[in-house]
């Protein structure tokens, strides 16, 4: 089990950047796969962008073009770099991660795949 604390949100105007971290504690993630999910209020936990073990990512059609997802293994970190923010692109980011070597894949999109969670990080973007 690996624990994840989420970080860099805030609150920005439309077309402004944000780059979120997630910092893992505990062991490296360099065995993990890693995911960022989001929920705004009332909507169920979507999927935003996820890197597998080997820096290979798969983006949200929604995001695709606009974020940017990374990870430092050294570090124990992984990145979003969130750039042209929409205001519907509020909602609390969290972060995730499932151990294994895995190569990247379609149903990493689900977020029960994922064994290990945050507890998030608010991101509001103002219009």
């Known amino acids: 089990q690996v624990q994840l604390v989420e970080s860099g949100g805030g609150l920005v105007q439309a077309g402004d950047s944000l780059r979120l971290s997630c910092a893992a504690s505990?062991?490296?993630?360099?065995?993990?796969?890693m995911g960022w999910f989001r929920q705004a209020p009332g909507k169920e936990r979507e999927f935003v962008a996820t890197?597998?073990?080997?820096?290979?990512?798969l983006y949200a059609e929604i995001v695709k073009g606009r974020f940017a997802i990374s990870r430092d293994n050294v570090r124990y970190t992984m990145y979003l770099q969130m750039n042209s923010l929409k205001p519907e692109d509020t909602a609390v980011y969290y972060c995730?991660?499932?151990?294994?070597?895995?190569?990247?894949?379609?149903?990493?999109?689900?977020?029960?795949?994922?064994?290990?969670w945050g507890l998030g990080t608010q991101v509001t973007v103002s219009s």
């Open positions: 505990g062991r490296t993630i360099s065995a993990y796969t």
């Open positions: 995730a991660a499932k151990s294994g070597f895995f190569p990247t894949l379609p149903f990493m999109r689900t977020p029960g795949w994922y064994d290990d």
């Open positions: 890197i597998s073990w080997s820096g290979d990512p």
